[in-house]
T-cell receptor, first 112, second 114 residues
Framework: QQQVKQSPQSLIVQKGGISIINCAYENTAFDYFPWYQQFPGKGPALLIAIRPDVSEKKEGRFTISFNKSAKQFSLHIMDSQPGDSATYFCAAGGGSARQLTFGSGTQLTVLP | EADIYQTPRYLVIGTGKKITLECSQTMGHDKMYWYQQDPGMELHLIHYSYGVNSTEKGDLSSESTVSRIRTEHFPLTLESARPSHTSQYLC?????????????FGSGTRLTVV
């Protein structure tokens, strides 16, 4: 009930392309779905988050798409840049869950 | 910049030694967490605290212990380090009324036990 499954494990895209990372959750009580970005040698930092009452949230080049019925959400990075190369974690929590449950991470490489 | 600090950043230590990883935050957050991050990147919650004198074990079994004597300080101790403890350790904190929102992570301590 607490698991969050993330795919793919690694992703390589060309500069200017669209990067898409997917996550699926099981606990229908979750009400908060953030994405974190981690650069080498740093801790994860909050990138963007969504609540289940909306289907999409956009901040600059980053968009979360949320499908409540399918219990899935995804991160889209438009016009991907080499500086976006990092590890991305989805997470879910809220409701009866007192901590965030993290996905297994996606290592994104954007080729120049 | 980061308001949560972890020291040391890197540590190489021999088997059997006792070590303490430090974590301090200046944001007045009540909730603090320790995560172990394996080479495959996955984050595993090993300890958490919701306030002074409150500590709980996380999802991943760990031979480490923690203490929370002051709000701003949440150290993690390994009484006898082993090579299996080699990993990256991340500390995080959040506000009590933020639920699961607003996790702030430190930069981590990379521990190598030889």
């Amino acid at each position: 009930q607490q698991q969050v499954k993330q795919s793919p494990q690694s992703l390589i895209v060309q500069k200017g392309g669209i990067s898409i990372i997917n996550c699926a959750y099981e606990n229908t009580a979750f009400d908060y779905f953030p994405w974190y970005q981690q650069f080498p040698g740093k801790g994860p930092a909050l990138l963007i988050a969504i609540r289940p009452d909306v289907s999409e949230k956009k901040e600059g080049r980053f968009t979360i798409s949320f499908n409540k019925s399918a219990k899935q959400f995804s991160l889209h990075i438009m016009d991907s840049q080499p500086g976006d190369s990092a590890t991305y974690f989805c997470a879910a929590g809220g409701g009866s869950a007192r901590q965030l449950t993290f996905g297994s991470g996606t290592q994104l490489t954007v080729l120049p | 910049e980061a308001d949560i600090y972890q020291t040391p950043r890197y540590l190489v230590i021999g088997t059997g030694k006792k070590i303490t990883l430090e974590c301090s935050q200046t944001m007045g957050h009540d909730k603090m967490y320790w995560y172990q991050q394996d080479p495959g990147m996955e984050l595993h919650l090993i300890h958490y605290s919701y306030g002074v004198n409150s500590t709980e074990k996380g999802d991943l079994s760990s031979e480490s212990t923690v203490s929370r004597i002051r709000t701003e300080h949440f150290p993690l101790t390994l009484e006898s380090a082993r090579p299996s403890h080699t990993s990256q350790y991340l500390c995080a904190s959040s506000l009590p009324d933020s639920g699961v929102r607003g996790y702030t992570f430190g930069s981590g301590t990379r521990l190598t036990v030889v």
